[in-house]
């Protein structure tokens, strides 16, 4: 008899975005291995559990997620119910391929349990809509940050091809995602914004242009935080000049 591992999205940070479903479960865990920014109050809900915090703030090494992965196949083969917490949607940017390869070749019945993501709560903060009618009807999410060994990772080609862009991890790469869009072409004046802990109390908003990332990104604070790029953030765009590229597509 071996239990279930659940990979849980624990949404962007506010414990109360969870979803209901992520909360039943963890009220039933045995096991709680968890990513380093997930809310006290949501491990709280883990009641009768025993929780590890497993995760670091960012570029986990890949014997330590080897590691992980052998714990969550140890931990299903002692215990009924084991979740593996994860900040925002696991399917994202989340590690969430390896662990569900390793509990397949184990034979580990599994079921993943989405969550917000950092980019829907971005968009919430902002009080925009990352698509928009006639002017953005394509979202990219992608991160610069690529593993030793990985292949090549074009990032700029897919922010380029969308209409709104979401940039994970790059926060610390302003200078670099600058040089790189303005060289390919991007115009300088596209809106950007940095969103630093969305959904969370020390929220912070940075807003500009393409040009000016760099300075956005040093007023920022230490906090996680992702960069949108695109017309549609543009919320002071005069409806008048919507309807035009409406009238256009
Ligand atoms: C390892 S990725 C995990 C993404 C996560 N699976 C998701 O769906 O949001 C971590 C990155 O997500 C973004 N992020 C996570 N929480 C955030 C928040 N509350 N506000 C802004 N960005 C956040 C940041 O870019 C951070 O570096």
Redesign the pocket.
């Known amino acids: 008899m071996t239990g279930k591992v659940y990979l849980v ?1 624990a949404g ?2 506010a414990p109360d975005l969870l979803t209901v479903r992520a909360a039943e479960i963890l009220s039933r865990a045995d096991v709680v291995l968890h990513d380093a ?1 997930v809310h006290p109050e949501t491990l709280a809900l883990a009641r009768k559990a025993q929780v590890y915090a497993v995760g670091k703030r ?1 570029g986990r090494h890949s014997t330590a997620q080897k590691f992980i992965s052998k714990r969550l196949i140890d931990s299903a083969r002692r215990f009924d119910t084991v979740v593996r917490l ?5 399917l ?3 590690r969430a391929h390896e662990e569900i390869q390793a509990l397949r070749r184990a034979g580990i019945e599994f079921e993943i349990v989405p ?1 917000v ?2 980019a829907s ?2 968009g919430a903060e902002l009080g925009v809509s990352l698509t928009r009618r006639g002017v953005a009807r394509s979202v990219a999410f992608v991160t610069p940050r690529s593993g030793v060994g990985e292949r090549h990772n074009d990032w700029a080609a897919s922010v380029l091809a969308a209409d709104t862009a979401v940039i ?4 610390g790469l302003a200078e670099e995602i600058r040089a790189v869009l303005l060289d390919r072409g991007k115009g300088p004046h596209t809106p950007v914004v940095l ?6 109390p020390g929220r912070n908003v940075h807003r500009g242009t393409l040009a000016d990332l760099p300075d956005l990104a040093r007023r920022m604070g230490s ?4 960069l949108l790029i695109g017309e549609a953030l543009e919320t002071s765009i005069a409806e008048p000049a919507v309807e035009a590229l409406l009238r256009r597509a």
Do not use: C, I, Q, R
């Open positions: 999205g962007p940070g920014l960012s994860k900040g925002g949607d696991p994202l940017f989340g969550g993501t950092a709560a971005a994970y991890m790059g926060a969103v630093e802990n969305a959904s969370l906090g996680p935080a992702v």
